[in-house]
């Protein structure tokens, strides 16, 4: 009963603590491929921690397939770590996305949307170290997809 009662107490002092993997303060880089409506994007964005469960991320996407769009927007994500009490080697949020996405290449291909970019995402990852891996579902007005890939703590 003793040893019982002390691993419930080592459990609940171990997620008292959770808080985005971030926090307030952290940077983080992202970057991977994507999957959307766009064709196979690659991207790059930078978190940065405003708050102990909010992020701001700038990021920057472009297709493997012509290099004919460029995606810029900006995200805001709130963590659900410290709500949901989630051990800091994963991260659930979600969040808004402002962008803007324009025709390189000025070809007229609309494959793709061209113009003001505002969505939402909801994502995870799950970090080994200072690395982890990412997962985003996200969609808005730039289209739908998946984005897959690596984070790095700063």
Request: aromatic content about 14%.
């Amino acid at each position: 009963m003793k040893k019982t009662i002390f691993m419930l107490a080592l459990v609940g002092c171990f997620f008292a603590n959770a808080q985005s993997p971030i926090g307030k303060g952290g940077k983080q880089v992202n970057f991977g491929v994507a999957l959307s409506t766009n064709g196979v994007p690659v991207y790059v964005s930078y978190d940065f921690g405003v708050h102990p469960d909010i992020t701001i991320t700038p990021q920057l996407a472009t297709n493997l397939n012509g290099f004919n769009w460029l995606g810029i927007a900006c995200k805001g994500d709130y963590h659900f770590n410290t709500l949901l009490e989630i051990p800091q080697n994963w991260d659930f949020y979600t969040g808004l996305k402002l962008g803007f996405n324009a025709d390189i290449n000025n070809d007229n291909d609309k494959d793709y949307h061209d113009g003001l970019d505002l969505g939402l995402q909801i994502g995870g990852r799950w970090y080994w170290s200072d690395w982890g891996i990412n997962l985003e579902f996200g969609g808005g007005a730039g289209g739908f997809g998946s984005q897959f890939g690596l984070s790095k703590k700063l």
